[in-house]
């Protein structure tokens, strides 16, 4: 049973969490040090893409949560980084009581309904655009040059971020009284800390500022799955949860 009230130090590196990581930076490192043609192809490919443009592919749902903005990117190494470390930190203690199995399925889930309601949000935000520039009925050469929004609408999202907002959420929901030290001194509950932190990306999803590239609808929506399924998970199986 743990401790509720304790504060969250350095966790140790389980199996499905190393393998994650090595995963996510062999990947990272073949989109930023191979080539400009491998970054773009891998970007086009495994990326997540609207459904509205012709670079969707089904498996996209499950790939671009492993790739990251690429090292010559505005974000550089931050983004990967980032998410790696949330997943490390919050990661193992759901791994160390759920298990390697179940915590890799809880991972994929999380991040696979991210992306459902982040295509979702993209869908009923371009419908439209869409439907106005099929009004204007172009042939494909003139499509490309046409519609202003076509960058937008063949624009990819990609990061673990949906899923570590799951971990973060489940985290939150079983450890609710653990401390975190925001800046390395300022003491806070994690669910208060957690709350917080999802505060901040409804605001940010609702302000939706101009310039801002960060997919805060898929971070609502990994953790908005996350909970739910610990919320099921932990309602079905007292032996695991707490």
Request: hydrophobic share 50%; net charge neutral; aromatic share 18%.
């Amino acid at each position: 049973m743990p401790q509720y009230n304790q504060q969250i130090g350095f966790p140790p590196f389980t199996p499905v969490i190393k393998n994650l990581i090595i995963f996510n930076f062999l990947v990272w490192i073949a989109q930023s040090f191979i080539s400009v043609h491998i970054t773009n192809w891998l970007d086009d490919t495994f990326a997540l893409h609207s459904t509205y443009s012709t670079l969707f592919k089904p498996w996209q749902l499950v790939t671009y949560m492993f790739m990251h903005s690429p090292f010559n990117s505005s974000l550089g190494i931050s983004h990967i980084l980032l998410n790696m470390l949330g997943l490390w930190m919050f990661g193992s203690a759901l791994e160390i009581n759920f298990g390697a199995k179940r915590f890799l399925t809880f991972y994929l889930v999380s991040g696979i309904g991210a992306a459902v309601i982040y295509l979702t949000y993209l869908h009923f935000n371009l419908h439209q655009t869409v439907a106005e520039f099929n009004l204007l009925k172009l042939d494909a050469s003139q499509r490309d040059l046409a519609l202003q929004d076509y960058l937008v609408i063949n624009a990819s999202m990609l990061g673990a971020s949906g899923a570590v907002f799951g971990v973060l959420a489940a985290f939150a929901y079983l450890f609710p009284n653990t401390y975190l030290y925001l800046y390395f001194f300022l003491p806070i509950k994690t669910k208060w800390g957690v709350l917080g932190y999802l505060a901040y990306e409804l605001f940010a999803t609702i302000r939706s500022s101009p310039g801002d590239d960060v997919a805060h609808v898929a971070h609502l929506g990994g953790a908005l799955v996350g909970f739910l399924l610990i919320y099921i998970w932990n309602k079905t199986d007292r032996r695991h949860f707490y």
